[in-house]
Each structure stands twice: as C-alpha cells, then as structure tokens.
C-alpha cells in the first residue's frame, strides 16, 4: 500500500510518496511534483508523458514506479528537475531573466562543453574528505 504524506521541510510544503514495505519513495515523490505542475520538467502528450532533461523514456501512470526504479538516469533527471522546480516555486529571489525552461537549462550545459550523459551519471551529493596531516 502507498501513501501520500504532506510534509513541510525547512519552510517548504512537499507530498511525499510512502509505501510500508519500502518507506519514502523518494523517485516517486520527485516525479509526483514536477508532473503536478506544467512548466516544471515534464512534458505530457496524452497519457504519456516524458521528463525534458531526459526524454528518451516515455512514461505513463501506471509504469512510472517501475521505470524510475530501474533506469538511474532518468531517476538523477527527476532529481535535477525536482531541485529546479523547487528554487523556481519557492525561491522569490529568483529573478525572471534567471529562469529558463528546461530545455535551455540542458542545452546551456551542453554548449558549454559538459557531457549531459555525465552529468546524468553523477549522484546527487558529495562527500569532501579533509587530509590530515600526519605528526
């Protein structure tokens, strides 16, 4: 059984996706806001729908679950996307000459000489390690 759980971090509302067997559906949950919203990272033609930073995957209600569980890209871009989304709803600041669509946030990065694939690839948080010097 999943469930749907309204949550407020850090001053931000968010709707996680919880299953009992699995806890948060953290893929599920990324996903679940940016379709909410036109204009946030996905792109619906009928009852299918595609994810801009990563459209080589169609997905629709019923396979979505299982297609972002099983393809790392396409979850890292529901990521990126979800992160985006959430400076662009909740982040005032944010002037509109800085707000791209996703589109030209993809095609930005690749023309200055990142490999999308690359980015893709990369997890989502890093780890820095501080040498110590040895007495």
């Not at 949550?7 to 509302?13: A, D, E, M, R, T």
């Amino acid at each position: 059984m999943v469930y749907v759980i309204n949550l407020v971090l850090s001053g931000i509302p968010m709707q996680l996706i919880v299953s009992q067997s699995q806890g948060v559906l953290w893929n599920l949950s990324h996903y679940d806001i940016i379709a909410s919203r036109e204009g946030l990272g996905v792109t619906r033609k009928g009852h299918s729908a595609t994810v801009d930073f990563y459209p080589d995957k169609v997905l629709m209600r019923t396979t979505v679950r299982d297609i972002l569980d099983e393809d790392e890209k396409l979850a890292r871009a529901v990521e990126l996307s979800c992160e985006i989304a959430l400076m662009y709803m909740y982040k005032d600041s944010i002037e509109n000459k800085y707000r791209m669509t996703f589109e030209e946030i993809k095609q930005n990065v690749i023309d200055k000489g990142y490999d999308w694939d690359k980015v893709l690839d990369t997890r989502g948080y890093w780890f820095v390690y501080r040498r110590r010097k040895k007495n």
